[in-house]
């Protein structure tokens, strides 16, 4: 492989993960309304997942699942049930946020008597119950990266068109450091940025309406992938 094809690899790699989807909100959703620990551990799992399918593309099993129309329909069936999971649970969260009653402030009462409220301790931010533990996490990014069936696509056309057949063992092995090590660098600055603080406060204050906004995406995700199965 010469300079211009790596290149070439690296320009359609950055386009591809670049591009809004499914892993680029459950990491934005995660470091923004939970933590940016959640966020770097969603941002790990994501491409843990984009690990599976650089190897199964590298030793040809992306080509032998696009080629089968069985194979590639469960997967995209499987996936449109994963993101439509997480489109309701997210409906459902968001619901549930928008009806919760408003916390009502420490001694107001005793205040309009005219008397001194005790010292309270501050009220916990709403938003911590959103955060995933950092096992859940890693599993949230790894399952929805694994997912998206058009990635068999991507991957397939990424390695066919620019990767050569006969290329030398480490020009494979370079190959697969440098979509790491680039994919990893993405993922984890916008689970980064998600977890900004005047950023994240934003998603916080307006959670229940994020909430519902993440669910109709991941719905209609799984939407298309189900169409595209039919």
Known sequence: MDASQYLALLGLWIAGIVAPGPDVLVILRNSSLGSRTAGVLTALGVMTGNLVWITLSLTGVTVLIGQADTAQRIVQVAGALFLGWLGVGGIRAGLAART?????????????????????????????????????????????????????????????????????????????????????????????????????????RHGAAVELVAGALFLVLALGLLLAAL
């Open 100 to 204: 919760a009653p408003a916390p009502v402030p420490a001694g107001a009462g005793l205040a309009a008597q005219g008397a001194e409220a005790p010292p309270r301790p501050a009220a916990p931010d709403r938003a911590a119950g959103r955060a995933p533990g950092p096992a859940r996490a890693f599993v949230l990014g790894l399952v929805t990266n694994l997912s998206n069936a058009k990635a068999i696509v991507f991957f397939v056309a990424l390695f066919a068109n620019v990767v050569p057949a006969g290329a030398r063992w480490w020009e494979t092995a370079l190959v697969f450091v440098l979509l790491v090590g680039v994919g990893l660098a993405w993922f984890t600055a916008v689970a980064w940025v998600g977890s900004v603080e005047r950023l994240a406060a934003g998603f916080r």
